[in-house]
C-alpha cells in the first residue's frame, strides 16, 4: 500500500504497524469521520503517545509474531504496570518512572561464553533489524493486553557471546537503582529483579528483546530502554530495564520464586490447567474490555502459542514444572 504524504522520510503508520491494527484505526478513523488515508488522520492515529523518538520495526516473519487480536490502546498500556522498582500499584509506575535515565546504558553478557562484554545501548539498537511484533501478554494475576512490540529476537544478541555447551540457562538481571527508583527502598522484593529461562527458551525466536512499543521506544514505565517479552509465559517473567545477562550451567532463581517458592515455578508457562495456589488461571480480563457486558476470556494454553513453543516442553510434567 502505497499513500503520499508530505513527509516523506518519515515511515508511514500503515507501514510499520501490522495490517489487520491499521484496519482498526481506519474503521475507527471512519467513525469519526476522518479518512484513514489523509495525513492528517495519519498523524493523528499516530500509534505511539507521539512524545518519545519513532522506533519503527519492518512486519516479523516469525510465525506466531503477529496474533490477531484487537490492540489494547496505548494509553492503557502506558498506565495499567507492573514494575515493583516504582511502587506496587499498577498506577505507580506511569507516575513515578519519569525517574529512570534510559541513556546511557550499558548492558554486561557475562558467564558460560566466549565473547563476554559489555554492550552500549547504540550498539544493542544497531545488533539486528528491528521488527514489529503483536504479542499478546498475560499476566499471572488475570489480565492480558495485547502489545505492538518493536524489538528483535533475543537469540540474534547471545549467539554473538557465543555460549558455551555449560551455558544451559541464561540469566537476566535489571537496574536496581534507589536513586532513580522509589520503590527499590522497600522490601516487597529481593533487588535486583532477577528472571531466568532455559537456554533453549532464551533461542526461541518469539523470545524478544524489546526497545520499543507502538512504533517509539519503551516509555520508562514499560521498561526502558530494554526489556524481554516472553509471550508464551506469564508477565513477570519478560524483565524491564536489563543491566546483565549471565550464561550459567544451574537454574536461576528468580525474585518472584525468592518471595513465594509455592506461587512462582521456574516456568512459569501460561497454563489454564494449572491454578495459581489463589486463584484459577482457567479465565482472564483483557484491558481496556472490562466494562459491564465484558465477558472473561479463556485462558489459552502457553498463552496461544503452543504451536510454535509446545515442542520446548515435550514429555515434561507441566503441573509438577508450573
Ligand atoms: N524489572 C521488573 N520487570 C518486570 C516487573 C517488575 O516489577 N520489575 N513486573 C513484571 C510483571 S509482573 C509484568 S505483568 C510485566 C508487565 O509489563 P507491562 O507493564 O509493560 O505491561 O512486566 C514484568 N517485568
Ligand atoms: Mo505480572
Known amino acids: 500500500m502505497l499513500i503520499k504524504t508530505s513527509a516523506a522520510h518519515e515511515p508511514l503508520s500503515s507501514e510499520i504497524t501490522p495490517r489487520r491494527v491499521y484496519l482498526n484505526r481506519r474503521t ?5 469521520g476522518l479518512a484513514a488515508t489523509s495525513p492528517l488522520a495519519l498523524s493523528q492515529a499516530a500509534p505511539g503517545g507521539g ?12 510465525p506466531g509474531a503477529l496474533v490477531m487480536d484487537k490492540v489494547t490502546s496505548y494509553a492503557d498500556a502506558t498506565s495499567y504496570n507492573n514494575f515493583y522498582e516504582f511502587g506496587t500499584d499498577k498506577s505507580d509506575p506511569a507516575a513515578h518512572a519519569h525517574t529512570l535515565k534510559p541513556r546511557p546504558w550499558t548492558v554486561s553478557i557475562e558467564g558460560e561464553c566466549a565473547k563476554p562484554g559489555r554492550y552500549d545501548l547504540d550498539a544493542l539498537l544497531k545488533l539486528s533489524a ?5 504479542y499478546r501478554l498475560r499476566c499471572v494475576e488475570g489480565w492480558s493486553m495485547v502489545i505492538p512490540w518493536v524489538g528483535y529476537s533475543l537469540g540474534e544478541l547471545l549467539k554473538q557471546a ?6 544451559k540457562y541464561v540469566e537476566f538481571t535489571t537496574l536496581a537503582d534507589k ?6 527502598r522497600s522490601g516487597v522484593l529481593d533487588w535486583p529483579y532477577v528472571e531466568g529461562l532455559r537456554i533453549d527458551e532464551a533461542m526461541h525466536p518469539l523470545a524478544l528483546l524489546a526497545f520499543g512499543m507502538y512504533g517509539e521506544v519503551l516509555p520508562n514505565q514499560n521498561g526502558a530502554p530494554l526489556r524481554l517479552v516472553v509471550p508464551w509465559k506469564y508477565g513477570f517473567k519478560s524483565a524491564k530495564s536489563i543491566v546483565k545477562i549471565r550464561f550459567v550451567e544451574k537454574e536461576p532463581v528468580s525474585s518472584w520464586t525468592k518471595a513465594a517458592q509455592q506461587e512462582y515455578g521456574f516456568y512459569s508457562n501460561v497454563n489454564p490447567n494449572v491454578a495459581h495456589p489463589r486463584w484459577s488461571q482457567a479465565s482472564e480480563r483483557r484491558i481496556g474490555e472490562d ?6 476470556r479463556p485462558t489459552l494454553m502457553f498463552n ?4 510454535q ?11 509438577r514444572n508450573y
Do not use: C, I, N, W
Request: charged content about 20%; hydrophobic content about 45%; aromatic content about 6%.
Open 28 to 32: 475507527a478513523l471512519a467513525g469519526l
Open 51 to 62: 512524545k518519545l523518538p519513532k522506533l519503527p520495526g519492518a512486519h516479523s516473519a516469525v
Open 130 to 134: 528491528m521488527e514489529e511484533r503483536v
Open 162 to 167: 557465543q555460549p558455551t555447551s555449560k551455558a
Open 179 to 184: 536513586a532513580q527508583m522509589p520503590g527499590v
Open 291 to 296: 466494562g459491564l457486558f465484558a465477558k472473561k
Open 304 to 307: 496461544g502459542y503452543e504451536a
Open 309 to 319: 513453543v509446545g515442542q520446548l516442553y515435550a514429555g515434561m510434567d507441566l503441573k
